[in-house]
């Protein structure tokens, strides 16, 4: 309680600076900036070449993950495909820990190298989105863009976001995905290529999802005889 008279006082102060008759002169619309970025050409060839340059360390990769998973099988012990909390101890304790931590340590040294690669790029397109956003609302006379999330209800049309990426597609056709030696990611491109590796993580699951129950109709479905 004390904490919320403050904040209380606050709401009520600000409330009566606002005029009673205050209105949005103008449109409104949405946008998502992970989306209107992975809608880009450029970070689409972008993922492609990361996945060709560093073939190498993905296949290496997977090579000390499937190790990793074959050394932590046996903590298993209630078969979830993961290591839980009350499962760690053992892992700790056990005989060959430095063996697992080592290559927990190596994975993760090439998910950085990987994913440094996909930020840097992420990063090239996002430094133009603010351009991008400030000349669709202005071509389309929009004076305030919310994040799709924060709409209960929006209509038809609403949505920029496609036309944030054609916009960005003129400006920044391709990137680079070789970071120099000193990158280091910014928190907002980071956040981004985070909302950017969910989105295409939901897709994959959605997908899948969808596979699964076409193959099971076509399983259940009886054939037709004569």
Known sequence: MKLLAPAGLALAAVATTVPATAQ???NIATANVARAILGT???????????????AQLETRRTK????STLLQPFDT??????????MRAVQNAPNVAQITTLESEIAA??????NARI???EQILRQYPVALQEISTAQQIVVVFEPE???FAGEGLDITPLIVTNLNTKVPTVGIVPPADYRPSRQGAT???EIQQTLLTAQLIQQQQAAQQQQQGNTQAPEGR
């Open 110 to 115: 090439i998910n950085q190298q990987v994913n």
């Open 192 to 194: 981004i290529f985070q």
């Open 150 to 152: 924060a709409i209960q």
């Open 24 to 26: 949005v002169q103008g």
């Open 41 to 55: 050409t450029a970070l689409q060839t972008a993922y492609q070449q990361v996945n060709t340059t560093y073939a």
């Open 65 to 68: 993950q499937q190790e990793l």
């Open 120 to 122: 840097f790029a992420v």
């Open 78 to 87: 209630n078969g979830s495909g993961q290591i839980e909390d009350s499962e």
